[in-house]
Antibody, heavy 122, light 110 residues
Framework: EVQLLESGGGLVQPGGSLRLSCAASGFTLSSHAMTWVRQAPGKGLEWVSSISGGGGTRYYADSVKGRFTISRDNPKNTLYLQMSRLRAEDTAVYYC???????????????WGQGTLVTVSS | QSVLTQPPSVSAAPGQKVTISCSGSNSNIRNNYVSWYQHLPGTAPKLLIYDNNKRPSGIPDRFSGSKSGTSATLDITGLQTGDEADYYCGTWDSSLSAGVFGGGTKLTVL
């Protein structure tokens, strides 16, 4: 059974940093592109970042470019999102998701984690 | 302001059919695959349709997707109260080099 489990969320002050993790099980992580999606309170889904199966290709939303870094450790079956210079508008539930394809350049998330809440507030 | 445009809400009676539209542009919907997701608050979103019109295993054939030009559509027939949720379309935008979602449509089954 495919499972994705996010962790690392919490309360952080504006300007601070946080690293989210997504532990994958039930499939070979390197065979799949992975994506982070967030949902701010009362808002819709927002694509944040995607990374190819091998990690060589990464894309970011303009709203996080230069502040967030997506990475993966395939032998450890884990996806990461390093978030820095956090702003109040980054407050959201962050979901990791699996794409059935290895390459990026698609938005097709066939498995999702339950999400982890990030709150940016002083 | 979302790159993809969806109606904020739709409603219909149990057993009826509802259509949710998703409007985009050449750089996203026309030239890339569209997917659709069902999202209940507090839960993980669920993939309903991928590659414009394909259903993952386990998704009933009451859910169907189509695409024409710069627009895509999700049809839900035989509505059930359990279908009440938020529905999102999504695709890749080749000009932005980014994934994009619609603003979401809240389905109410009256």
């Amino acid at each position: 059974e495919v499972q994705l489990l996010e962790s690392g969320g919490g309360l952080v002050q504006p300007g601070g940093s946080l690293r989210l993790s997504c532990a994958a099980s039930g499939f070979t992580l390197s065979s799949h592109a992975m994506t982070w999606v967030r949902q701010a309170p009362g808002k819709g889904l927002e694509w944040v970042s995607s990374i190819s199966g091998g990690g060589g290709t990464r894309y970011y939303a303009d709203s996080v470019k230069g502040r967030f870094t997506i990475s993966r450790d395939n032998p450890k079956n884990t996806l990461y999102l390093q978030m820095s210079r956090l702003r109040a508008e980054d407050t959201a539930v962050y979901y990791c998701g699996r794409d059935p394809r290895t390459l990026t350049g698609y938005l097709n998330i066939d498995s999702w984690g339950q999400g982890t809440l990030v709150t940016v507030s002083s | 302001q979302s790159v993809l445009t969806q109606p904020p809400s739709v409603s219909a009676a149990p057993g009826q059919k509802v259509t949710i539209s998703c409007s985009g542009s050449n750089s996203n919907i026309r030239n890339n695959y569209v997917s659709w997701y069902q999202h209940l608050p507090g839960t993980a979103p669920k993939l309903l349709i991928y590659d414009n019109n394909k259903r993952p295993s386990g998704i009933p054939d009451r859910f169907s997707g189509s695409k024409s030009g710069t627009s895509a559509t999700l049809d839900i027939t035989g509505l059930q109260t359990g279908d009440e949720a938020d529905y999102y379309c999504g695709t890749w935008d080749s000009s932005l080099s980014a994934g994009v979602f619609g603003g979401g449509t809240k389905l109410t089954v009256l």
